[in-house]
Structure formats: structure tokens, C-alpha cells
């Protein structure tokens, strides 16, 4: 008994296998994301980390079965939520799957809120298409959300437009939290927030996520937030998860040059240095991707191999940290 205990708790409550999205349009076929892997344990934050374009919003919305069809399309691949492959759920299953098992938060709270509707009502919209509870009891639920995210009760009947860019995300986190999903996505919570305002909402989502034990993916460009809040980091580059690992091994120790080109291109307070290093280039167009790894234009440190032979294979660097290059790979002699 207390083995099958343990076996549970460290089972994946999310395990994307090979997952590839497209756009198809009539100027050609935009692959955004490419034979992705991702693994997620209940409780657990992952940062998915990379530049604008790299495919980590079209990873959130096809976890949701959210990718707009047309154009886009999940052509390959498995997502294994809670031991159920959800590529292969009807629209009506995903209807009860969203909200209730699996929550997003977008980036502008403004976009996610419907104008002319009470922020109580909305999150109580929420409750009573997932849960069997009377009108009056899921309205008295949707006040004990938003004194959870710091609202009064008495601004619950207020408009979005009403609140501030700060509260209407607070607003955006009780409707993603309602009905207590397992699973969080996080979409650039506080990009259009002053930092004063991101650190609160940040400190917030801390804690309600140990309040629910809720497992969170963590879409960012700031290495900072997934330092400050994540357990675990992926890099995404040109659709792929090139590098994976523990928060602390792997910004203690990046392998990928893409990884590193961007711990480099970060100031640092404790070097003198006149300017930062940026990664040359830039992110290679979905449209045309170059031949090889797609990464071979912008780095340094690029063999002649890595123009001809894309990486299919991840190298284990620590117990926790793996990494998809062929400067790891037996093809150039390993490490």
C-alpha cells in the first residue's frame, strides 16, 4: 500500500508526448510547434521560457483544445491529462475539462472579462456550469474568490471597467480558480502590469496555488518570474522544448547555446561589463524553418552536422536536467 501511495504521487498529471500544431494557410503550412515533450506531477510549476514566436501560447491553447480550427490543427502527438489522452476527447468533453479540471489565465484581463457583466456574476457563471449548487449559493462562492484575491466584497458587483489593470487580473485569477483545477496555465499573467502591481499578483498566485495545490505552467520571457515562482524550466525554441530541468540546475548550469544566449543577454549587478550579449539574429520564421536544428543560424558554437541533422533525442546531463543538442549527442562525439 504505502508503495502504490508513493507511485501515485509521482505520476504526471500532465504528459505531452511528441505533440506538433500547425497553421495551414494558403501562403503555406506555419508549424509552431514541433514533436513537443512536456511532463508535469501534480503540485508542481514549470516555466515555459523562450522568445516571442516560439510556440509556448499555441502549447497552452492546444493543452485546452483551444487552437482555432481553421487554420490551426493538432497533426501528431499525445496529451495525457490525468492518465486521459485529450487529443482524442469530443468538444463536449473538453467543455467540462476546461474551468473545472484545467484553468487559463490570459495576458490581458481586459480581453478575458465581459464588459457589462458584474465580476461576481462571471466567476459565479463559472461555478454553476461546473458544480451542482443553487444561484444564491454560487454568487455567495464567487465573494469568497475575489476576498481570496484581495477584492472587498462590496466592489463584487462592480464592472471590469471599474477596477484597475491589478484588480481586473486579480478578477481573472478567482474566475481561473473558481472550481479548484488541477491545472493552472498562466499565459504572461503580469505583462501589461507595473512591477509594483506584478509582484503583488505574483505573490498571490504563490500562495493560492499552495492554498489548492494546484499544478501550474508558468508562460514567460522572464527568467526572473520563473526563478521567483517555478520548480522546474523548460526552453522552447522554434516550437521544441530544446532544454529541460530543476530551476536550480539548470541556471546553474545551462547547456543549450540558446539557453545560454539568454542567461547572457540578462544584466547582471555583479559584473562590470558596458553592454549585455544579445543572441544574434533572430527567431527563425515557422513558415521556413532552416535545415538541421533550427537553432544552427544564431550559434556560436554550431558544427557542420547541426546544418544537416535536426536533434530527435534528449541527453541526460543531471538526474533532473536533460537537453536536445548534437553537441551532446554521441553524432559529435558527446560531451
Do not use: W
Request: net charge negative; aromatic share 4%.
Amino acid at each position: 500500500m504505502p508503495e502504490n501511495t508513493a507511485q501515485a504521487s509521482n505520476e504526471a498529471l500532465l504528459d505531452i508526448q511528441d505533440l506538433s500544431i500547425h497553421y495551414i494557410t494558403e501562403d503555406g503550412t506555419v508549424r509552431a510547434v514541433n514533436n513537443l515533450n512536456l511532463s508535469l506531477k501534480r503540485g508542481e510549476t514549470i516555466g515555459l521560457v523562450g522568445e516571442t514566436g516560439a510556440g509556448k501560447t499555441t502549447t497552452a491553447l492546444g493543452i485546452m483544445r483551444l487552437v482555432p480550427d481553421p487554420p490551426g490543427k493538432i497533426v501528431g502527438g499525445r496529451i495525457n491529462f490525468a492518465g486521459e489522452d485529450l487529443t482524442q476527447k469530443s468538444d463536449a468533453a473538453m467543455r467540462n475539462v476546461r474551468g473545472k479540471r484545467i484553468s487559463m489565465i490570459f495576458q490581458d484581463p481586459m480581453t478575458s472579462l465581459n464588459p457589462v457583466i458584474p465580476v461576481r456574476d462571471q466567476i459565479a457563471e463559472v461555478i454553476l456550469l461546473h458544480e451542482k449548487v443553487s444561484a444564491a449559493e454560487a454568487l455567495a462562492k464567487a465573494e469568497e474568490m475575489l476576498l481570496k484575491v484581495g477584492i472587498r466584497s462590496e466592489r463584487a458587483r462592480e464592472y471590469p471597467h471599474q477596477f484597475s489593470g491589478g484588480m481586473r487580473q486579480r478578477v481573472v485569477i478567482a474566475i481561473a480558480l473558481a472550481c479548484n483545477p488541477e491545472l493552472l496555465i498562466s499565459d504572461e499573467p503580469t505583462t501589461a502590469l507595473d512591477v509594483t502591481i506584478q509582484a503583488q499578483v505574483l505573490e498571490l498566485m504563490k500562495n493560492l496555488k499552495r492554498e489548492f495545490n494546484t499544478s501550474m505552467i508558468m508562460i514567460t520571457h522572464d527568467l526572473g518570474i520563473v526563478a521567483d515562482i517555478c520548480d522546474k524550466v523548460a526552453i522552447m525554441y522554434a516550437g521544441s522544448v530544446v532544454e529541460i530541468g530543476d530551476k536550480y540546475d539548470l541556471f546553474r548550469n545551462p547547456k543549450h547555446p540558446y539557453t545560454i544566449g539568454l542567461f547572457n543577454s540578462l544584466p547582471d549587478i555583479e559584473k562590470d561589463e558596458d553592454s549585455l550579449k544579445p543572441i544574434k539574429g533572430f527567431m527563425p520564421d515557422p513558415m521556413d524553418l532552416p535545415s538541421g536544428c533550427p537553432f544552427h543560424p544564431r550559434c556560436d558554437v554550431a558544427k557542420p552536422i547541426c546544418m544537416q541533422a535536426a536533434p530527435s533525442e534528449y541527453v541526460n546531463v543531471s538526474e533532473n536536467h536533460r537537453v536536445k543538442c548534437l553537441l551532446f549527442s554521441d553524432t559529435t562525439g558527446g560531451e
